[in-house]
């Protein structure tokens, strides 16, 4: 196993378990969040920002700051969405033909490469705002560890532990 990560300061503001509104705290709704004028006119990426940011109220940390971090995280799954179609429609080898129709080679599609390049982009981006499945599930139960050991009911190697 390997070994453990310490806890980035967001992951313990997001883990402490209450929510403590500072003074200094610029919080605000969905309504009153201004949305980048190219969001506004893609139908996806408008839907996606009012999912993100009614999420981010609900768990009351929206801020103006997020702006530019909520739009870069509608920019990216709509980027994931666009290559995913494309891979469907042309599947994932191209082939390359001469102007006589002949056939010369295949090649990877440049649509996977920019998914593959996206994905990891997509993970960091939803873990600073919150919303990486490791990050819900500790803000529903923060007390998620065990104090006690497990006992194994197998009777070789019943030194070892399993879980911590």
């Not at 990560?5 to 509104?21: M, P």
């Not at 996606?48 to 509608?74: A, K, Q, V």
């Not at 102007?99 to 960091?124: A, D, T």
């Not at 560890?145 to 911590?164: C, D, G, N």
Request: charged fraction near 25%; hydrophobic fraction near 35%; proline fraction near 5%.
């Amino acid at each position: 196993m390997g070994t453990r990560k310490r806890r980035t300061s967001l992951e313990q503001f997001f883990f402490r378990g209450t929510a403590v509104i500072g003074e200094c705290t610029d919080l605000c709704t969905v309504n009153t969040m201004t949305v980048p004028s190219r969001i506004e006119q893609n139908v996806i990426m408008k839907q996606l920002w009012h999912f993100i940011c009614t999420d981010m109220e609900n768990r009351r940390c929206l801020s103006p700051t997020y702006t530019l971090l909520i739009s870069e995280l509608c920019e990216v799954i709509c980027l994931m969405n666009t290559c995913r179609e494309k891979l469907d429609t042309e599947g994932l080898v191209i082939d390359k033909f001469t102007e006589e129709g002949q056939f010369m080679s295949s090649q990877p599609s440049p649509y996977y490469n920019i998914l593959q390049r996206q994905q990891p982009m997509l993970v960091k981006l939803l873990e600073k705002i919150g919303m990486s499945p490791r990050d819900i599930h500790y803000l529903v139960n923060p007390d998620a560890t065990s104090l006690q050991p497990i006992e194994a009911h197998v009777t070789e190697m019943q030194k070892i532990t399993y879980f911590r």
